[in-house]
């Protein structure tokens, strides 16, 4: 089956719209706790495994979305100063 692009990014771009129309930014400063850091990087390294996967089976606008989610986890990780590459 055929992946068509304009369906994923439209599907994506309208969850991700509802999300940050209900996004509430807590006052800080927040603590963060290991476990917490710990589930952010393994959801990382899972959606980095499913790139490859998707990929190796010819799904790359699939393994794009997989690795693009991936990358901005690390990239706020490494923002908020939790984390260095």
């Known amino acids: ?3 068509r692009a304009g369906e ?3 599907k994506y771009l309208e969850t991700t719209t509802k999300s940050l129309r209900a996004l ?9 706790s290991r476990p917490q850091l710990d589930h952010v990087s ?3 390294r899972d959606y980095a495994r499913d790139a490859q996967h998707y990929l190796g089976n010819r799904k790359p606008v699939t393994a794009l979305a997989c690795i693009a989610y991936a990358e901005g986890l690390l990239d706020a990780l490494k923002f908020l100063e939790l984390a260095e590459f």
Not at 25 to 32: D, F, Q, R, S, T
Request: without cysteine.
């Open 1 to 3: 089956m055929r992946e």
């Open 8 to 10: 994923r990014a439209a």
């Open 24 to 32: 509430t930014v807590k006052n800080g400063p927040a603590e963060v």
């Open 42 to 44: 393994s959801l990382a």
